[in-house]
């Protein structure tokens, strides 16, 4: 170029443009950096030419420079949305490594563009509520904000997938906030069948719908099912546990009156020691006199029999052997015996 006409382009401000910069074809991409510069290419695909190319790891300055440039290369995050989608359905280390980068861009831009800085230490229903509330304003605008939304989907995504927020919780969380409050007039068509078949509602929107419904009335009626069967066991552990009171009512009743039993015979236990006691004196006290009255008789019979008869009998023994025998003084001792004999009787049968 001559010097002449670089002046020129100087004054006239017609200095040609410089050939942008040459994005590779998409065959040859093998890289984050490449897929968002890519910009027709789908996600679907980059992941598949990644695993043709056999591509099995990101690069941590890769993911680093995509964070760095993703206001620039993705300002309404649709791209690292779809790559997400796509991610969240490959169930290798890989592809947990693309959901990963999906959401750390995630918290990246919603730290950068709505100032909020999640503490992941709480539950993912809180988390998500905060997402919502700062995100709603956008959405709620009367065009609603492209960036916001694919945030608020790909937030949803990553706490069901990560923080395991339940998918019908995360609908009931959106729904509270989003959906149409239901009419209160008796004649008018409800949200759901509204939705379902109006006017501009295409095949696919009530295909997706049908799909959420159907689910939901799945869960719902297995919920029920098991809420039933729950009921049915809570009520025959009831009715068992009901069944074991009742003996156990009886058991105790039975028992209380065992122990009575129990306290009246020791009673009677005892009384009859004390009595046992009293009757063993009563007897050791009559063996006493017994024994006593028996040494006594002894010795009364022993006088009877030595001082009072033996005599009276060596006399008439005596009498006998007299020459000739004195019959009247045998007579007479014999008779004496005899009346000694009647006294003793008459003593004996005496108290």
């Given at each position: 170029?001559?010097?002449?006409?670089?002046?020129?382009?100087?004054?006239?401000?017609?200095?040609?443009?410089?050939?942008?910069?040459?994005?590779?074809?998409?065959?040859?991409?093998?890289?984050?950096?490449?897929?968002?510069?890519?910009?027709?290419?789908?996600?679907?695909?980059?992941?598949?030419?990644?695993?043709?190319?056999?591509?099995?790891?990101?690069?941590?300055?890769?993911?680093?420079?995509?964070?760095?440039?993703?206001?620039?290369?993705?300002?309404?995050?649709?791209?690292?949305?779809?790559?997400?989608?796509?991610?969240?359905?490959?169930?290798?280390?890989?592809?947990?490594?693309?959901?990963?980068?999906?959401?750390?861009?995630?918290?990246?831009?919603?730290?950068?563009?709505?100032?909020?800085?999640?503490?992941?230490?709480?539950?993912?229903?809180?988390?998500?509520?905060?997402?919502?509330?700062?995100?709603?304003?956008?959405?709620?605008?009367?065009?609603?904000?492209?960036?916001?939304?694919?945030?608020?989907?790909?937030?949803?995504?990553?706490?069901?997938?990560?923080?395991?927020?339940?998918?019908?919780?995360?609908?009931?969380?959106?729904?509270?906030?989003?959906?149409?409050?239901?009419?209160?007039?008796?004649?008018?068509?409800?949200?759901?069948?509204?939705?379902?078949?109006?006017?501009?509602?295409?095949?696919?929107?009530?295909?997706?719908?049908?799909?959420?419904?159907?689910?939901?009335?799945?869960?719902?009626?297995?919920?029920?099912?098991?809420?039933?069967?729950?009921?049915?066991?809570?009520?025959?552990?009831?009715?068992?546990?009901q069944a074991l009171q009742k003996r156990l009512d009886e058991a105790k009743n039975e028992l209380s009156g065992k122990e009575q039993r129990i306290v009246e015979l020791l009673s009677n236990?005892?009384?009859?020691?004390?009595?046992?006691?009293?009757?063993?004196?009563?007897?050791?006290?009559?063996?006493?006199?017994?024994?006593?009255?028996?040494s006594e008789l002894k010795g009364h019979c022993r006088v009877f029999l030595d001082k009072k008869i033996s005599p009276l009998l060596e006399d008439a023994l005596e009498a006998t052997n007299?020459?000739?025998?004195?019959?009247?003084?045998?007579?007479?001792?014999?008779?004496?015996?005899?009346?000694?004999?009647?006294?003793?009787?008459?003593?004996?049968?005496?108290?």
């Amino acid at each position: 170029m001559t010097s002449k006409k670089r002046v020129t382009e100087v004054i006239t401000g017609n200095k040609k443009p410089e050939k942008p910069k040459s994005v590779p074809k998409s065959e040859e991409i093998s890289s984050l950096v490449g897929y968002y510069q890519a910009e027709k290419l789908p996600a679907k695909k980059f992941l598949s030419l990644l695993n043709k190319n056999k591509t099995d790891t990101l690069q941590e300055q890769d993911t680093k420079q995509c964070l760095e440039q993703l206001g620039k290369n993705d300002p309404d995050f649709k791209r690292t949305l779809e790559l997400l989608h796509q991610a969240l359905s490959i169930q290798t280390k890989f592809g947990r490594q693309f959901v990963d980068f999906a959401f750390q861009a995630c918290r990246q831009q919603l730290k950068v563009c709505c100032d909020l800085d999640l503490n992941l230490e709480q539950p993912a229903n809180i988390l998500f509520e905060q997402i919502l509330q700062v995100l709603k304003p956008k959405l709620e605008a009367k065009k609603p904000d492209n960036l916001s939304l694919n945030l608020l989907k790909a937030s949803g995504f990553w706490l069901n997938h990560a923080v395991n927020l339940g998918e019908f919780e995360l609908i009931d969380l959106l729904a509270k906030e989003f959906a149409l409050q239901k009419s209160e007039k008796p004649n008018q068509t409800s949200n759901a069948i509204d939705i379902l078949l109006r006017p501009d509602t295409n095949l696919r929107t009530m295909i997706d719908t049908l799909t959420v419904a159907d689910s939901g009335l799945s869960k719902a009626k297995s919920a029920k099912d098991s809420e039933i069967r729950e009921q049915q066991r809570r009520q025959k552990e009831y009715e068992r546990a009901q069944a074991l009171q009742k003996r156990l009512d009886e058991a105790k009743n039975e028992l209380s009156g065992k122990e009575q039993r129990i306290v009246e015979l020791l009673s009677n236990l005892e009384q009859s020691k004390v009595e046992k006691e009293s009757l063993e004196k009563k007897i050791q006290d009559i063996q006493t006199v017994n024994t006593h009255r028996k040494s006594e008789l002894k010795g009364h019979c022993r006088v009877f029999l030595d001082k009072k008869i033996s005599p009276l009998l060596e006399d008439a023994l005596e009498a006998t052997n007299l020459e000739p025998p004195r019959k009247n003084i045998i007579t007479e001792r014999l008779e004496m015996v005899k009346e000694e004999i009647k006294r003793e009787i008459k003593w004996l049968s005496t108290d």
